[in-house]
Nanobody, 122 residues
Framework: QVQLVESGGGLVQAGGSLRLSCAASGRTFSRYDMGWFRQAPGKEREFVAAISWGGGRTRYADSVSGRFIVSSDNAKNTVWLQMNSLKPEDTAVYYC???????????????WGQGTQVTVSS
């Protein structure tokens, strides 16, 4: 089992920044690729970003590419999502998840956090 706990969400004005954290515990964290997803009210959960367990590969959704940065530190069992130039359409509950493969489908992820709310005001 892998336990994931997100933090760092909150209310921010458009154009601002937030940094989300995902702390992992349980099984060997370093052997999992990590992803960030988000779900806005009335919408399906969507892929945001992912990082390989060694940190050497990253992937981003087109909607956040160039604005968001995903990073990790296996020694700290932590993954971060730095979100810059936030827009109202970024408002959602953000989830981190762990997978054995670096992918964009939520079905590839085995473990999920409880989510953290990000609200961007216009």
């Amino acid at each position: 089992q892998v336990q994931l706990v997100e933090s760092g969400g909150g209310l921010v004005q458009a154009g601002g920044s937030l940094r989300l954290s995902c702390a992992a515990s349980g099984r060997t964290f370093s052997r999992y690729d990590m992803g960030w997803f988000r779900q806005a009210p009335g919408k399906e959960r969507e892929f945001v970003a992912a990082i390989s367990w060694g940190g050497g590969r990253t992937r981003y959704a087109d909607s956040v590419s160039g604005r968001f940065i995903v990073s990790s530190d296996n020694a700290k069992n932590t993954v971060w999502l730095q979100m810059n130039s936030l827009k109202p359409e970024d408002t959602a509950v953000y989830y981190c998840a762990a997978s054995r493969s670096l992918g964009q489908s939520e079905f590839a992820y085995d473990y999920w956090g409880q989510g953290t709310q990000v609200t961007v005001s216009s």
